[in-house]
């Protein structure tokens, strides 16, 4: 950092100064091919996402959709409340619309694996509203209040939104990133090799 103002508490190192730009490239971006069917987890059901090509996926309030893992082509992703998104082996999910989870839910590795956040990756294509403008809504990736994130995600084109009090590892990269009140970020990266890119949680 060159000029820090904080409310928060840091606990990592501190550095200065700060040579800029802080990037000479970005890394890949994975566009999504998305097919046609689409598929909807009912309240309180459970569904297992093979690899491959979909629609609109949709899980409604208390579903579990499981990822076996691999690539996943989708066109528009929307969640409920209390979601469960279990991974269980390394998983690419390209997108390429818009991504949306509700309150209280979790994304990441079921708790049978040895996977961390750094085997699953979002990629998401879509923009904000309709016009791409900062201020549209929806916005192009939405994490819902309190949730529980582990995975990392890639939004160039629109705004990544991480609500109040989630708990996120990963990294998250975004044309615009807006982090909420008592969310708690950590690094674990997909996306770049080096765990110098602490600040990239913040693009």
Not at 46 to 53: F, I, V
């Amino acid at each position: 950092y060159n000029e820090l103002t904080n409310n928060g508490t840091i606990t990592g190192e501190l550095y200065t100064p700060l040579e800029l730009p802080l990037l000479t490239t970005l890394p890949e971006f994975k566009t999504s091919t998305p097919g046609t069917e689409d598929i909807v987890v009912p309240q309180n059901g459970e569904y297992t996402l093979t690899p491959g090509a979909y629609g609109d996926i949709q899980v409604k309030k208390n579903g579990k959709l499981i990822f076996t893992g691999g690539q996943y082509n989708i066109y528009k992703f929307n969640g409920g409340d209390n979601n469960q998104l279990f991974f269980q082996s390394t998983s690419e999910v390209k997108i390429a619309d818009k991504f949306d989870t509700g309150q209280g839910s979790y994304i990441g590795p079921e708790d049978t694996t040895t996977l961390s956040a750094s085997d699953i990756v979002f990629y998401i294509e879509g923009i904000n509203g309709n016009n791409g403008n900062l201020g549209a809504t929806p916005k192009a990736a939405k994490v819902g209040l309190n949730n529980t994130v582990f995975a990392n995600f890639y939004v160039p084109n629109g705004t990544l939104w991480l609500r109040e009090n989630c708990e996120v590892e990963g990294v998250f990269i975004g044309k615009d990133v807006i982090v909420g009140l008592s969310v708690q970020v950590k690094l674990n990266s997909a996306l770049y090799s080096s765990t110098n890119f602490s600040i990239f949680s913040f693009l």
